[in-house]
C-alpha cells in the first residue's frame, strides 16, 4: 500500500531501528567557530558501526547562558555497542580532539544519566602530577595544565541506552533534485533535539543491506536501489523514473526524539521538487527490535 504526501509517493513500510549505548559531551570554547573545529574533528570517522570505530556527530550549539562556565558551547554525541567500547572512545577521542584545541573545555550532557564512564578521571593523568581536582557550577572536573592554560574536563560522562539507524530513503529522478531533497530533510532535522546525523552532511549515498549475496561481508550495497544496476540485481525496488537514492540515517537519545526527526525529514523531501518516493530500509528483524512506520509519521 502507498500513500501519498504532496504528490510524493510514500511507503506503507517502516525503518528498522537497533539499540546503542550513547554518551553526549558538551564542549565549550572561546567561541562558537572554535567549539565547531573541536566538534567536527571529534566526531570524525563516525558514520557507522559496521566500520567506524564508533557512530557520533553534532547535535547542536549551545547559547552561553546554558553552558557551565558562560562560553559558547556545542553537544556531540557517541554510540557505541558496548559500555566499555564508549569509554575508550570518549577517552581517545576528548583527549586527542578537544584536549588539543584551542580555549576548549568538556562536560557532560547527560547530568541525569545513572550509569556513569571515568573519562576526565583518566584524562588527567597527562597533567603528569600537576593536575587538581575542582567543582564547577556542581560539577567535579580536573584542570589539567597545558601549554596553553588550562584544561577543564568533567571527572565522569553519563551514559545511557539509545536508539540508532533510523532512516529515509529518497528516490528521486535525478541527482541534483534528490541531493537538493536530502539537504531540505537535513535542515528540517538539525532543528530537532536530541538527535544527531552520523553521515557526511547528514547524508549516506552508499545506503547498506545486512550480510553480503557472494562475500563473507557483515555489510554491503543496497542493491535493491542501485539504480545502475536495477537490469542485473535480483530484485529492484526502484521505479522505472528513479535515478538516484540518498539515504538519511538518525541516532537520537530515545526513540521518541528519532520518530520525531524523521518526520520532519520525511516533510521536508516530500515538499522538493523532483522527489518520486520516499521510503526506509528494514531487513526483517536481522538489524534490531525497534520500528518507526512511515504511516504513523504522516499521522
Known amino acids: 500500500m502507498s500513500l501519498e504526501l504532496n504528490g510524493v509517493k510514500i511507503d506503507d513500510t517502516f525503518a528498522e531501528l537497533f539499540p546503542m549505548w550513547v554518551s553526549r559531551v558538551l564542549v565549550t570554547a572561546q567561541d562558537e567557530r572554535w567549539c565547531l573545529i ?38 556531540l554525541h557517541f554510540y557505541h555497542r558496548d559500555r566499555r567500547s ?36 583518566s584524562l588527567r593523568y597527562f597533567g603528569d602530577g600537576y593536575q587538581k581536582k575542582d567543582e564547577l557550577q556542581g560539577r567535579k572536573v580536573w584542570i589539567i595544565p597545558v601549554m596553553e592554560g588550562e584544561f ?13 539507524g533510523g532512516n529515509l530513503l529518497i528516490l528521486s529522478r535525478d541527482q541534483n533534485s534528490g541531493l537538493k531533497a536530502a539537504e531540505n530533510a537535513v535542515e528540517a532535522i538539525s532543528k530537532v533535539r536530541d538527535v544527531v546525523l552520523t553521515f557526511p552532511g547528514g547524508i549516506c549515498r552508499s545506503g547498506s543491506k ?9 555489510a554491503s550495497t543496497n542493491d535493491a536501489f542501485c539504480p545502475t544496476i536495477r537490469d542485473k540485481a535480483e530484485k529492484t525496488l526502484l521505479p522505472p523514473e528513479a535515478w538516484s537514492v540518498y539515504e538519511i540515517v538518525i541516532n537520537g537519545l ?31 528483524g536481522k538489524l534490531g527490535p525497534y520500528k518507526i512506520t512511515l504511516k504513523e509519521l504522516l499521522e
Open 38 to 75: 573541536s566538534g567536527r574533528a571529534a566526531t570524525g570517522f563516525g558514520v557507522s558501526i559496521i566500520a567506524s570505530p564508533a557512530e557520533a556527530g553534532i547535535e547542536q550549539t549551545v547559547p552561553p547562558d546554558m553552558t557551565p562556565d558562560g562560553r559558547p558551547g556545542i553537544l
Open 254 to 284: 530515545t526513540l521518541q526524539a528519532v520518530g520525531g526527526a524523521m518526520k520532519a525529514g520525511l516533510k521536508a523531501a516530500a515538499s522538493s521538487p523532483g522527489v518520486i518516493k520516499i521510503t526506509a530500509a528494514n531487513y526483517g
Open 86 to 121: 564508549l569509554k575508550a572512545q570518549l577517552i581517545a577521542r576528548i583527549g586527542q580532539c578537544v584536549l588539543t584545541c584551542p580555549t576548549t573545555a568538556a562536560y557532560d550532557g547527560l547530568e541525569n544519566a545513572k550509569r556513569r564512564l571515568k573519562v576526565g578521571s
Open 210 to 218: 545486512v550480510g553480503s549475496r557472494k562475500y563473507k561481508l557483515g
Open 152 to 164: 577543564v574536563v568533567q571527572s565522569t560522562f553519563g551514559t545511557m541506552e539509545s536508539v540508532a
